[in-house]
């Protein structure tokens, strides 16, 4: 009989389904929250994208509250999580075909979406999500051995994506949504406290499994709280500035000011193979305060073959939204090392651009990184211009 309790049934199988189902039901209540709170920006993208952010937030929303509390008979349960499982999958598949060759639809067709920290911050959320999900479900029909196999390779898990996300981000290989400003440093430290706990819940879930724990509910309770409050703060950092461009001041001493955006885009422009132009992407404004340097600006994807950019430069003389578009060589001075102040109007940054190959280029958005009165950072700034090289190329767009 022990022997058989030992290698197969679970001493408290009550405790350990309760603290897989309640951290599965944080999870995807975070997951959720993360995702209506981007609504906002993805909404600017395109109608469909906001209306995709909503369904999927109101569902994990609502499937974790349903985890929380759970109606009906067991088997009701199971197969409502088998629907959440299948739904986080198919939304993680969705965002990896975003990142890894674009989607076809949208106000960039095609085009590859880079890596931010709100949609990491999800994916990670929604890989335990699964993970605690699939342990609940199958609890009773793996047993003791094959339950602390699955909370092991879940704490594994958890070491190995804390090092990957700090990997990564000392790379330079995610950053960042490039139309919002996030806390990043911030974000960093309450993703890697996150994970820590989030092992920790897993550490707990196999000692008690191995009945060398207390099935204590207060000390399962406590560590909830702070893996609660630790998915709050992870949220919270990834939150979208309003209005996507910083315009009240609130998350760094710039604000963009042209008006472009992903929702009203302005029209191509064409240029021929061999072609140069100089183009104004962004309008920078000092907000009140200290002058402000541009220690490094650089656009967020990666440019190329159809365009190749020769400088950016800041020009004071192209103020106006109507003088966007000239060609020729672009006047100003380097946008690098440049000093922007506050209540002085509007500084212009301006690329110069030749057409390389015939094609579509879009230039999304820009990272700058600043510094002012002791204090540093980085801001992102949506742009949403679209190149055209050569004639035939672009037949079907609007000709400028």
Same mark, same amino acid.
């Given at each position: 009989?022990?022997?058989?309790?030992?290698?197969?049934?679970?001493?408290?199988?009550a405790?350990?389904?309760?603290?897989?189902?309640?951290?599965?039901?944080?999870?995807?209540?975070?997951?959720?929250a993360?995702?209506?709170?981007?609504?906002?920006?993805?909404?600017?993208?395109?109608?469909?994208?906001?209306?995709?952010?909503?369904?999927?937030?109101?569902?994990?929303?609502?499937?974790?509250l349903?985890?929380?509390?759970?109606?009906?008979?067991?088997?009701?349960?199971?197969?409502?999580?088998?629907?959440?499982?299948?739904?986080?999958?198919?939304?993680?598949?969705?965002?990896?075909?975003?990142?890894?060759?674009?989607?076809?639809?949208?106000?960039?067709?095609?085009?590859?979406?880079?890596?931010?920290?709100?949609?990491?911050?999800?994916?990670?959320?929604?890989?335990?999500? #699964? %993970?605690?999900? !699939? $342990?609940?479900?199958?609890? *009773?029909?793996?047993?003791?051995? @094959?339950?602390? +196999?699955?909370? &092991?390779?879940?704490?594994?898990?958890a070491?190995?994506?804390?090092?990957?996300?700090?990997?990564?981000?000392?790379?330079?290989?995610?950053?960042?949504?490039?139309?919002?400003?996030?806390?990043?440093?911030?974000?960093?430290?309450?993703?890697l406290?996150?994970?820590?706990?989030l092992a920790?819940?897993?550490?707990?879930?196999?000692?008690?499994?191995?009945?060398?724990?207390?099935?204590?509910?207060?000390?399962?309770?406590?560590?909830?709280?702070?893996? #609660? %409050?630790?998915? !709050? $703060?992870?949220?919270?950092? *990834?939150?979208?500035?309003p209005? @996507?461009?910083? +315009?009240?001041? &609130?998350?760094?001493?710039?604000?963009?000011?042209?008006?472009?955006?992903?929702?009203?885009?302005?029209?191509?422009?064409?240029?021929?193979?061999?072609?140069?132009?100089?183009?104004?992407?962004?309008?920078?404004?000092?907000?009140?305060g200290?002058?402000?340097?541009?220690?490094?600006?650089?656009?967020?994807?990666?440019l190329?073959?159809?365009?190749?950019?020769?400088?950016?430069?800041?020009?004071?003389?192209?103020?106006?939204?109507?003088?966007?578009?000239?060609?020729?060589?672009?006047?100003?001075?380097?946008?690098?090392?440049?000093?922007?102040?506050?209540?002085?109007?509007?500084?212009?940054?301006?690329?110069?651009?030749?057409?390389?190959?015939?094609?579509?280029?879009?230039?999304?958005?820009?990272?700058?990184?600043?510094?002012?009165?002791?204090?540093s950072?980085?801001?992102?700034?949506?742009?949403?211009?679209?190149?055209?090289?050569?004639?035939?190329?672009?037949?079907?767009?609007?000709?400028?």
């Open positions: 009989m022990l022997a058989r309790l030992h290698c197969g049934a679970i001493a408290d199988e405790t350990v389904a309760r603290l897989l189902r309640v951290t599965a039901a944080t999870l995807a209540l975070a997951a959720g993360l995702h209506l709170a981007q609504i906002g920006p993805h909404v600017d993208e395109d109608p469909r994208f906001g209306f995709f952010f909503l369904v999927v937030g109101v569902l994990q929303i609502v499937g974790g349903y985890l929380l509390y759970p109606l009906g008979s067991d088997a009701s349960a199971r197969l409502i999580a088998w629907f959440g499982i299948a739904g986080t999958v198919s939304t993680v598949g969705i965002w990896a075909i975003s990142r890894a060759v674009g989607l076809p639809f949208g106000a960039e067709p095609g085009t590859r979406e880079t890596v931010g920290l709100a949609d990491a911050a999800a994916d990670v959320f929604e890989f335990f999500t #699964v %993970l605690f999900l !699939l $342990a609940w479900i199958y609890r *009773t029909t793996l047993g003791q051995r @094959g339950l602390a +196999r699955i909370t &092991a390779a879940g704490i594994l898990c070491f190995a994506i804390a090092g990957i996300w700090l990997l990564t981000r000392w790379l330079g290989w995610f950053a960042p949504d490039p139309r919002l400003v996030a806390y990043s440093e911030l974000t960093d430290f309450a993703a406290v996150f994970l820590l706990l920790l819940v897993l550490s707990r879930a196999w000692f008690v499994i191995h009945n060398t724990a207390r099935a204590s509910r207060l000390a399962g309770g406590v560590l909830l709280g702070c893996l #609660v %409050l630790a998915e !709050l $703060a992870l949220v919270g950092f *990834t939150l979208p500035a209005g @996507g461009q910083n +315009r009240d001041c &609130a998350y760094g001493p710039i604000r963009e000011d042209s008006g472009l955006s992903h929702a009203q885009p302005p029209e191509p422009i064409t240029l021929d193979v061999g072609e140069l132009r100089s183009v104004v992407v962004l309008l920078l404004v000092a907000c009140a200290d002058p402000v340097t541009i220690t490094s600006l650089v656009p967020y994807q990666q190329g073959p159809v365009l190749a950019v020769e400088r950016i430069t800041i020009d004071r003389s192209r103020a106006s939204r109507n003088d966007r578009v000239r060609g020729g060589e672009a006047s100003g001075v380097a946008a690098e090392g440049s000093v922007l102040r506050p209540n002085e109007g509007r500084y212009p940054v301006v690329i110069e651009v030749r057409g390389a190959e015939p094609g579509t280029q879009a230039v999304s958005a820009f990272k700058i990184d600043w510094s002012s009165a002791g204090a950072g980085s801001l992102g700034f949506a742009s949403s211009t679209l190149f055209c090289v050569g004639h035939d190329g672009c037949a079907t767009l609007p000709q400028r």
